[in-house]
Antibody, heavy 118, light 110 residues
Framework: ELQLVESGGGLVQPGGSLRLSCAASGFTFSSSWMSWVRQAPGKGLEWVANIKQGGSETYYVDSVKGRFTISRDDAKNSVFLQMNSLRAEDTAVYYCATLGYGLDFGRWGQGILVTVSS | QSALTQPRSVSGSPGQSVTISCTGT?????????VSWYQQYPGKAPKLIIYSVNKWPSGVPARFSGSKSGNTASLTISGLQAEDEADYYC??????????FGGGTKLTVL
C-alpha cells in the first residue's frame, strides 16, 4: 500500500528554521516527482514546491523562493523541506504528495502542522 | 500565481446534480489540459478525484465528472449523496512546473 508519512513539524519562532521529512513506501519512489502542499488554518490549499526524479530540478511558489529548499534521498525513500527565515504566514499543515504525469497530486500524506509564533 | 476562482459554497439535495466552477486565465486553466480536482473532509488530507480535466483515478465513482471550456473548468457531481459533503479544490498547471489551486468550495448536501 502506498504510504507517505510526514514528520518534523512543530512550533518555531519567526525567523527560525525547521526541516520537514516525508517517508515514502509502497511505490517506486525514485521514479516519482514529489511535492509539498500546505494549508493555513481554515484556508485553502497552496502548492509549495516540486522536485524531479533524482533531484536535479526543483520548483517553488514565489512566496517561499530563497527561503525553502526541497530535496530528496532516494536511498531512504524520503523527501525533505528545509524551511528557513520562517514567517507567521508560513503557519500551516504541510502535506507531501506524489506528482503524477497529469501534474496532479495523486497520493497525500496525513500532513504535519508547522506553527510560526513567538 | 494568483489563485483560481471557485464559488465559496454550493448546495444540493440528495439525488440532484451540482456543478462547481473553477475560473483561471489563459496562462493556467485556459492553456493546459492539466486540471485536477480534490475532495477534502475536515481534518483529513485531500483526495484526488479528477485529473487531466476529465479522467478518474482508480476507485473514484463516475458520479464525479470534469470538463473545461476556455479559462473555466468544472466539476459535476451527479446523484448527490450525503457522503459527498466536503470541500472541493481545483488545481491547474501554470507553466514552469508551477501549480495553482482554487480557493475551495464547500459542498452542503441538504
Amino acid at each position: 500500500e502506498l504510504q507517505l508519512v510526514e514528520s518534523g513539524g512543530g512550533l518555531v519562532q519567526p525567523g527560525g528554521s525547521l526541516r520537514l521529512s516525508c517517508a515514502a513506501s509502497g511505490f517506486t519512489f525514485s521514479s516519482s516527482w514529489m511535492s509539498w502542499v500546505r494549508q493555513a488554518p481554515g484556508k485553502g490549499l497552496e502548492w509549495v514546491a516540486n522536485i524531479k526524479q533524482g533531484g536535479s530540478e526543483t520548483y517553488y511558489v514565489d512566496s517561499v523562493k530563497g527561503r525553502f529548499t526541497i530535496s530528496r534521498d532516494d536511498a531512504k525513500n524520503s523527501v525533505f523541506l528545509q524551511m528557513n527565515s520562517l514567517r507567521a504566514e508560513d503557519t500551516a499543515v504541510y502535506y507531501c504528495a506524489t506528482l503524477g504525469y497529469g501534474l496532479d497530486f495523486g497520493r497525500w500524506g496525513q500532513g504535519i502542522l508547522v506553527t510560526v509564533s513567538s | 500565481q494568483s489563485a483560481l476562482t471557485q464559488p465559496r459554497s454550493v448546495s444540493g439535495s440528495p439525488g440532484q446534480s451540482v456543478t462547481i466552477s473553477c475560473t483561471g486565465t489563459g496562462s493556467d486553466v485556459g492553456a493546459y489540459t492539466y486540471v485536477s480536482w480534490y475532495q477534502q473532509y475536515p481534518g483529513k488530507a485531500p483526495k484526488l478525484i479528477i485529473y487531466s480535466v476529465n479522467k478518474w483515478p482508480s476507485g473514484v465513482p463516475a458520479r464525479f465528472s470534469g470538463s473545461k471550456s476556455g479559462n473555466t473548468a468544472s466539476l459535476t457531481i451527479s446523484g448527490l449523496q450525503a457522503e459527498d459533503e466536503a470541500d472541493y479544490y481545483c488545481c491547474s498547471y501554470a507553466g514552469a512546473y508551477s501549480l495553482v489551486f482554487g480557493g475551495g468550495t464547500k459542498l452542503t448536501v441538504l
